[in-house]
């Protein structure tokens, strides 16, 4: 029996990795073969598919290593390990943790999709990931940053530049963005230094966000949409959405979205703004899917990645720590009242671009007519 065991950050609150696992169980489903699929989660996930996974993982572990132990049985019992999508590469005791699945597998056909590579925290991590990236069948990395390093470290793996996962999720049967009259403007933050314990540069960051969000709403008389993509109580992004509110002027008017597990109900949600303005990367990602105008709040080269990828507009991309409120607030506006010029890359080509992480999977079985419908393979 073909069992295939999907690892990565899933059933966490976290809106892109739930993107990442619904499109990698779609295509498994589709694409290999696969008689059996279980996911790592602490929680049972129910998908708009119609899949239902139980939890794999323990939500409050009752000894060290818990979770460790279960993944390793899990791991067991399957014939094929798939690392779906993220940027899932960077750290040694990760890295050796998927290595350890990998071995414990029944089979040797292990492929990691979409993912992102580095930067890595130290030497071992490098180490670490070139036999991980030897390891496998075949990875698709989802940006040139990433995939040069992957040439650098482990220039004979099978290593193809191929796109994030996120786009296949238009292509699941049954769901259709419906086009829907559009107001207000989204904000998708993230708490990039309150993770790393330097507020002080937090609460400035938020208060150049928040006066050109006050800025921009005396221009526009736009409302603002705080939209939750990490509902953890604590390491989420309620908390930084409040503070940045708290800081807005008493005339702006403001509402709060929170985290949705269903990632194509939030990709719909994104298509009902005038334009989005995102740290998040998948908030940038789905708002680019819905055709949504985004100005990107760049935290980390894979923000930047993803920019240059779908040629987003040079003047829409800025680095979060250090940015003009003014610039920001005259964007907004002067795409407000004159239309923001679109990305260069089509979403069509993106989801193109995305099938290919399942191509190499697809000249590899006896259904190759399955993939005439993606006209760039």
């Given at each position: 029996?073909?069992?295939?065991?999907?690892?990565?950050?899933?059933?966490?609150?976290?809106?892109?990795?739930?993107?990442?696992?619904?499109a990698?169980?779609?295509?498994?489903?589709r694409?290999?073969?696969?008689?059996?699929?279980?996911?790592?989660?602490?929680?049972t996930?129910?998908?708009?598919?119609?899949?239902?996974?139980?939890?794999?993982?323990?939500?409050?572990?009752?000894?060290?290593?818990?979770?460790r132990?279960?993944?390793?049985?899990?791991?067991?019992?399957s014939?094929?390990?798939?690392?779906?999508?993220?940027?899932?590469?960077h750290?040694?005791r990760?890295i050796n943790?998927?290595?350890?699945?990998?071995?414990?597998?029944?089979?040797r056909s292990?492929?990691?999709?979409?993912?992102?590579?580095?930067?890595?925290?130290?030497?071992?991590?490098?180490?670490s990931?070139?036999?991980?990236?030897?390891?496998?069948?075949?990875?698709?990395?989802r940006?040139a940053?990433?995939?040069?390093?992957a040439?650098?470290?482990?220039?004979?793996?099978n290593?193809?530049?191929?796109?994030?996962?996120?786009?296949?999720?238009?292509?699941?049967?049954g769901f259709?963005?419906?086009?829907?009259?559009?107001?207000g403007?989204a904000?998708?933050?993230?708490p990039?230094?309150?993770?790393?314990?330097?507020?002080?540069a937090?609460?400035?960051?938020?208060?150049n966000?928040?006066?050109?969000?006050?800025?921009?709403?005396?221009?526009?008389?736009?409302?603002?949409?705080?939209v939750?993509?990490?509902?953890?109580?604590e390491?989420g992004?309620?908390?930084?959405?409040?503070?940045?509110?708290s800081?807005?002027?008493?005339?702006?008017?403001?509402?709060?979205?929170?985290?949705?597990s269903?990632?194509?109900?939030?990709?719909?949600?994104?298509?009902?703004f005038?334009?989005?303005?995102?740290m998040?990367?998948?908030a940038?990602?789905?708002?680019?899917?819905?055709?949504?105008?985004?100005?990107?709040?760049?935290?980390?080269?894979?923000?930047?990645?993803?920019?240059?990828?779908?040629?987003?507009p040079?003047?829409?991309?800025?680095?979060?720590?250090?940015?003009?409120?003014?610039?920001?607030?005259?964007?907004?506006?002067?795409g407000?009242?004159?239309?923001?010029?679109?990305?260069e890359l089509s979403v069509n080509?993106?989801i193109?671009?995305s099938?290919?992480?399942?191509?190499?999977?697809?000249?590899?079985?006896?259904?190759?007519?399955d993939?005439?419908?993606?006209?760039?393979?």
């Amino acid at each position: 029996m073909n069992k295939s065991l999907l690892v990565g950050y899933y059933g966490m609150q976290n809106t892109g990795d739930d993107a990442l696992m619904n499109a990698t169980v779609w295509g498994a489903r589709r694409f290999l073969g696969t008689d059996e699929l279980s996911v790592t989660s602490p929680k049972t996930i129910k998908l708009y598919s119609g899949d239902n996974f139980s939890s794999t993982l323990a939500g409050t572990q009752r000894f060290s290593g818990q979770n460790r132990l279960k993944s390793y049985l899990r791991a067991l019992d399957s014939s094929r390990i798939i690392f779906g999508g993220g940027s899932v590469l960077h750290n040694a005791r990760d890295i050796n943790l998927k290595r350890d699945l990998m071995r414990l597998s029944r089979g040797r056909s292990h492929l990691a999709l979409g993912v992102g590579i580095g930067p890595f925290t130290d030497t071992r991590a490098e180490q670490s990931c070139k036999r991980f990236l030897n390891a496998c069948e075949f990875v698709g990395v989802r940006d040139a940053v990433s995939y040069d390093i992957a040439q650098s470290i482990a220039p004979h793996a099978n290593v193809v530049f191929t796109f994030d996962l996120a786009p296949q999720l238009l292509n699941i049967e049954g769901f259709e963005i419906v086009p829907v009259k559009r107001k207000g403007i989204a904000v998708c933050l993230c708490p990039k230094e309150r993770l790393s314990g330097n507020l002080q540069a937090e609460h400035l960051r938020l208060k150049n966000i928040a006066n050109a969000l006050d800025s921009q709403y005396r221009l526009t008389q736009e409302p603002i949409v705080f939209v939750g993509f990490n509902g953890h109580p604590e390491l989420g992004d309620h908390q930084v959405h409040k503070e940045v509110s708290s800081l807005l002027s008493s005339d702006t008017v403001f509402s709060f979205v929170e985290y949705d597990s269903n990632p194509l109900r939030v990709m719909q949600r994104m298509a009902t703004f005038k334009l989005a303005i995102c740290m998040r990367l998948h908030a940038a990602v789905f708002s680019y899917l819905a055709r949504t105008p985004f100005i990107s709040l760049n935290y980390h080269s894979k923000c930047e990645q993803w920019n240059k990828q779908v040629v987003l507009p040079e003047r829409y991309s800025f680095d979060s720590t250090d940015f003009d409120p003014k610039i920001l607030a005259n964007e907004v506006y002067r795409g407000i009242v004159d239309g923001f010029d679109p990305c260069e890359l089509s979403v069509n080509q993106a989801i193109n671009l995305s099938m290919e992480n399942w191509r190499y999977c697809y000249e590899n079985t006896k259904h190759p007519h399955d993939f005439s419908c993606y006209s760039t393979l």
